[in-house]
């Protein structure tokens, strides 16, 4: 009688998806461990933006959020009060939009990830050929299928 492999042993079936399981939480863990990183750095950083006159300098925290208005002369004091509101306004929409920028080069570093992990959890793998005759079974499954085809189709389309 031959000896059958051990199914949960590391060259059965369910040793590798196992394999599979640990490297996709690996991955995960190492994702969110970044993303904690780049989300205190982003707590503590600002844009500072500063008038051509050099009159008044804004800082603005990584939300736009107001951190300092500063008045370096008294010039303002003799500026009409839609042209100090429009200067002040003008000020604070390029920091902002500077943290914006800060924020989103930060993000960057994210992209692709969760089609990473979606593979590395579902595509190809045992544990999917293993689980798609159980799938299969399940009402409505055909339908189901292909309309997630569709919604992916429909997402590439602006992935370009």
């Given amino acids: 009688m031959p000896a059958t492999a ?3 042993g590391p060259d059965g079936l369910f040793g590798s998806m196992s394999a599979e399981l640990e490297e996709a939480m690996e991955a995960l863990r190492a ?4 993303a904690e990183a780049v989300q205190a750095d982003l707590a503590k950083s600002s844009a500072t933006v500063t008038s051509k006159d050099r ?6 925290g990584p939300q736009g959020q107001v951190h300092a208005l500063t008045f370096h002369n008294t010039a303002y004091q003799e500026m009409a009060p839609a042209q100090l509101g429009g200067l002040l306004t003008d000020l604070l929409n ?3 939009a500077q943290m914006g920028d800060q924020v989103i080069q930060a993000i960057k570093g994210f992209e692709g990830v969760g089609d ?10 045992d544990l999917d050929r293993l689980l798609e005759p159980l799938r299969s079974m399940r009402p409505g499954y055909g339908e189901d299928a292909e309309a997630e085809r569709r919604r992916a189709g429909r997402q590439e389309e602006f992935r370009e």
């Fill in 6 to 8: 051990d199914p949960f």
């Fill in 55 to 60: 009159m008044v300098t804004v800082k603005v």
């Fill in 31 to 34: 994702q969110t461990a970044k």
């Fill in 116 to 125: 990473m992990l979606r593979m590395s959890m579902t595509g190809g793998s």
């Fill in 94 to 96: 390029e920091a902002r």
